[in-house]
């Protein structure tokens, strides 16, 4: 059975600094996720997109801000097993045992989860469910591939806006659709993509995409009657997602609804089990990648203390480690 000092069930933002702050204790550790890349909803949602309120850097976009946690963890050798679902949980002479589906359990001293709205899957576009061919995606992990392309963008919130803000001076053309004529985005967001040459339609929704083997436009139907065909060589469904916690709901952790309720240790109900990030709930609890990292820090920091009852709880400054 393969073994190690911390399994990390998330490799967001928090989990891969709690990957690092495994390592800086001097512990294995092994970073488990669904998902086939690092960076957790970052990665897959919003890998252009800048952020601002990470300590340190004034500005960051969510590509980079994965690259660098990832480096940062990297002299440590942290074991990253991506495209793999944590299943089940036991316990073997006290330790926790996770069943993976990959087949071969993984034995911890502790686990910490960091799966943030825990297993999402994006919300389908209609009009797509008996289109076979290429060219419907649900996030844009590289704009340069949709260089010189027409764009059309379905959906009104925030992601919706943030694609067509991007795309815009890539694409030849971007064109989004709403069924609604207001919009869930941000109100700052929608001015600054007004002023861009993005076409905007609203009270409509896509009935048909056109194509055989690839996207090659789609049919708009408009409310109260009419449709116009609207080139499109990608279709972007950013419609929102579904999230559950998927296998975790069934491990008999405490939960308030989709989050698992942490004490001040990031401690859960269950024998050696953490949990740190936006999957957590506690008073005064705030979603913050910022928040996240004090929490992965804390959580691995007592999850040390349990693993050796003999290690100390504060683990020394950084810069004296050299």
């Known amino acids: 059975m393969r073994e190690v000092d911390i399994a990390v069930i998330g490799a967001g933002p928090s989990g891969l600094f709690a990957a690092y ?57 942290p074991e990253y097993l991506l495209g793999v ?24 001293g502790a686990v910490l989860v960091t799966g943030g709205l825990g297993s999402f899957a994006p919300r389908p576009l209609p009009a797509a469910e008996n289109f076979t061919g290429r060219g419907i995606v649900f996030f844009v992990p590289h704009l340069a591939d949709l260089t010189g392309q027409d764009v059309l963008i379905v959906g009104g919130g925030d992601s919706a806006f943030d694609w067509a803000l991007a795309l815009a001076p890539l694409a030849r053309s971007v064109t989004l659709v709403h069924r609604r004529e207001r919009f869930r ?34 049919e708009i139907a408009v409310k109260g009657g009419g449709t116009e065909t609207v080139a499109a060589d990608t279709i972007v469904a950013a419609l929102g997602f579904t999230a ?51 929490e992965a820090a804390t959580a691995v920091n007592n999850a040390a203390v349990v693993i050796d009852p003999a290690a100390h709880l504060f683990p020394g400054h950084s810069s004296d480690a050299g």
């Open 21 to 77: 702050y495994a390592g800086f204790r001097g512990l294995s550790v092994a970073v488990i996720d669904a998902l086939p890349e690092p960076g957790g909803q970052v990665t897959a949602m919003y890998p252009e997109k800048v952020i601002y309120d990470v300590a340190g850097f004034p500005a960051i976009k969510g590509r980079e801000l994965v690259a660098n946690l990832v480096a940062q963890a990297e002299p440590y050798g």
């Open 85 to 108: 679902r944590a299943e089940t949980l036991s316990y073997a002479d006290e330790r926790p045992v996770l069943g993976l589906s990959d087949g071969e359990p993984l034995r911890c």
């Open 185 to 218: 985005a941000h109100a700052a967001t929608v001015a600054r993509v007004q002023q861009l040459p993005v076409r905007i339609i609203v009270n409509a929704e896509v009935a048909k995409i056109h194509g055989d083997g690839a996207v090659a436009g789609a």
């Open 244 to 294: 559950d916690l998927g296998p975790l709901a069934t491990w008999g952790l405490a939960l308030d609804r989709r989050h698992i309720l942490v004490d001040s240790t990031m401690a859960t109900n269950l024998p050696r089990v953490f949990a740190a990030g936006d999957i957590t709930e506690y008073p005064g609890k705030v979603r913050l990648i910022a928040t996240g990292f004090g």
